[in-house]
């Protein structure tokens, strides 16, 4: 047997259990005492050599040592994905650029198996954390996409629980999601990556709980519509009435997904006085932000539904109101499979729904917001602070 494939083969089964998706449902089945996050063997390996003080930035060996230099930096936040968290410790392994869990005298003896690409960040008072290392190479002769492994301990949960991240542009990650799904465990698990000079940077902002099997959440009353901040805004093909793309089935996130954009969801209940000052509201923010915003109107009121009735009405209001930059957008229907519509999950029911997204995940979103001075102020500070640092950067050209 080739001697890399032999490593490559003992560091697999020792380091990755409790970290694919197979192995994470088998682990929930079988253990008999339930812990936060289903289990994950491996991960209590964050407390070997763990330093006594630990900062809210870590530079690895891969930093200095590896072929391509990346950034990992972010936020974490609670479960409401606003509000910045504390005290939280995040432990993180990756493999080198043979893509091997590669050690050296320096790593501890029990923790071999994570290599020496493994680092500690404990987030600052903002909840602000940032990891310089390597991306990490994908295993060899093996179809397992390029990935950093993440253990989350927070103060208040007795065990740790793990979080893998994949990078959008390897061409193995689809074949990889197909197969075994996607989790978004603590958040999306997708790195997208921008360019500064020859450095990659992934903004990953992390939402503790999200998506963590028997997280303890306390009981709320809020009324639910749309998916959760930290999710990935997903693609769906509404017909376009108004607007740039007009008469096409253009998927907003797909084509304009780089920067801001804004969705507009309304529903059975439309207030069309209330809903034309908010087209004229959005319409102003995307011509003031040109191209670093996308808003888009979706109106899916099931109710005496007629695409051609539909795409009249909208065009009527997009020329009467003057709109420049906004798409006015339908679907049949917000359950409707066809169009994908259903993915947002809307409920339908509810005056409004805004869900604001950056580099295609959700950063903020509002149910039932009133078109007043205040709230079109919160809009603009929203997009605002959700820029990060890394805005204006360049993504890699990819498929």
Known sequence: MNFLLFIFLLQFLTSCNGQTKSNAVTQQNTTTQKSVGGGCEGCELMYVGMPKQILSEHISLGWTEGKQKLILTGKVFQLDGKTPASDVIIYYWHTDDNGLYSSNAETPKQAMEHGKLRGW?????????????????????????????????????????????????????????????????????????????????????????????????????????????????????????????????????????????????????????????????????????EKYLKAYFVYGNSKNYNKQTRQTELEKIGKELRLQKIALTFVPSFADTESEANLNKVNASVENTFIIYRHRTIVDKYVNLKPTEQNFKLIAETLDKTKGNYFDLNEPKHE
């Open 121 to 289: 960040v404990k987030i600052d008072k903002s909840g602000n954390y940032t990891i310089k290392t390597s991306r990490p190479t994908a295993y060899p002769n093996d179809n397992i996409p390029q990935h950093i492994h993440l253990s989350v301990k927070e103060p208040d949960i007795s065990n740790e629980y793990y979080a893998d991240l994949y990078f959008d542009d390897d061409p193995l990650y689809l074949n990889h999601k197909k197969k075994y799904g996607k989790l978004d465990r603590a958040g999306t698990e997708i790195l997208r990556i921008v360019l500064d000079s020859n450095i990659q940077i992934a903004e990953h902002n992390i939402v503790l709980g999200l998506n963590i099997p028997d997280y303890p959440t306390k009981n709320k009353a809020d009324i639910q519509s749309g998916l959760k901040i930290g999710e990935d805004q997903p693609s769906f093909m509404p017909f376009h009435a108004f607007g740039p793309d007009k008469g096409t089935r253009t998927c907003p996130v797909c084509k304009y997904g780089r920067y801001h954009g804004i969705v507009y969801f309304v529903g059975d209940n439309p207030n069309w006085d209330e809903i034309k000052k908010w087209l004229r509201q959005l319409d102003n923010e995307s011509v003031i932000r």
